[in-house]
């Protein structure tokens, strides 16, 4: 079994900056995907950012410029850099890692329980 660990949340005001982090533990044998989506009262859920086990990122329009996502494949964790932070940035943060347990067999899905992260003056 793998699990996902989110930690960092908080309350922020508009302009400031927080750190998200995410571990994965348990039976892990390479991480494909590590990445973070956000879920705000009444949205669906939107992907924030993602990052491949070899380095490659990608972002939502709405954080391009401001977040910046990494990974640290050592320690099995990835972490989520906000700066610039909006009102409208206000949300649960949910990590979401694609892990192969077994080499050969593909990766699965896997969900952090979310942090809340709440951008307010």
């Known amino acids: 079994q793998v699990q996902l660990v989110e930690s960092g949340g908080g309350l922020v005001q508009p302009g400031g900056s927080l750190r998200l982090s995410c571990k994965a533990s348990?039976?892990?044998?390479?991480?494909?995907?590590m990445g973070w989506y956000r879920q705000a009262p009444g949205k669906q859920r939107e992907l924030v950012a993602a990052?491949?086990?070899?380095?490659?990122?990608n972002y939502g329009d709405s954080v391009k410029g401001r977040f910046t996502i990494s990974i640290d494949n050592a320690k099995n964790t990835v972490y989520l850099q906000m700066n610039s932070l909006k009102p409208e940035d206000t949300g649960v943060y949910l990590c979401?890692?694609?892990?192969?347990?077994?080499?050969?067999?593909?990766?699965?899905?896997?969900w952090g329980q979310g942090t809340q992260v709440t951008v307010s003056s």
């Open positions: 348990g039976s892990i044998f390479s991480i494909d995907m």
């Open positions: 979401n890692a694609e892990i192969r347990t077994i080499y050969g067999v593909p990766a699965t899905g896997y």
């Open positions: 990052i491949s086990g070899g380095g490659f990122a």
